[in-house]
């Protein structure tokens, strides 16, 4: 019987927006058009104060989607340019990733694999979308984890590094024995401390190609 080696991959665990849909800030941009404010202003909304604003308050549940509009417009004001909070969850929604989805299956079939999704409660489930069908689909994704962890549910975020020991707690993994994917460096650098692989989800090619060097998986096209 061979033995495990500390370093075994036995978990891969994902981020979800950004990574199993289209990235939330080619949304983000097309709104700022929309408006006539400059590209990735919003973005730049969300890195002022990252731990304390408003979005991160509303991903941890900590205020109501009526208080986070408000919040979020008063941010953005100060910062140049006023965006009432509901027009940005409105379009944070994106489109599911096929391939993804297969990779994640043929994942299951050798890894346990969780889901880790800094989230808001707007919308239906991790999607945060209001549209049912699109709702319906991702959560046939959801349904292959062996668990989800939504920051709307457990009340922290990441970067916060309980959410991930918390997680891999549950699946009953070492954070060594883990791979995690996300789009926001920001949330790889406390997995990493913890002694996680990490890849950042640029493309969803990228993504692919580095978690199969990774595996040693073959994941077709």
Known sequence: ?????????????????????????????????????????????????????????????????????????????????????????????????????????????HFKVACITNNVKAGHGPSMTKDQNKADAVAEVMALFDLVVESSKEGIRKPDPRIYLSTCERIGVNPKNAVFLDDLGINLKPARALGMRTIKVVSEHQAIDDLAAMTQLSFSE
């Open 1 to 109: 019987m061979s033995q495990t080696t500390e370093s075994e991959i036995k978990a891969i665990l994902w981020d979800f927006g950004g990574v199993f849909t289209s990235s939330p800030f080619d949304a983000f941009n097309a709104l700022e058009a929309k408006l006539g404010v400059p590209a990735d202003f919003i973005r730049s909304v969300n890195a002022t104060n990252p731990t304390g604003n408003a979005w991160a308050k509303f991903e941890s549940n900590s205020v109501s989607l009526e208080e986070f509009d408000t919040l979020f417009a008063t941010e953005s004001a100060a910062l140049g340019h006023r965006i009432n909070g509901k027009d940005v969850v409105a379009v944070l929604s994106g489109s599911l990733r096929p391939r993804m989805v297969s990779v994640l299956k043929t994942c299951k079939q």
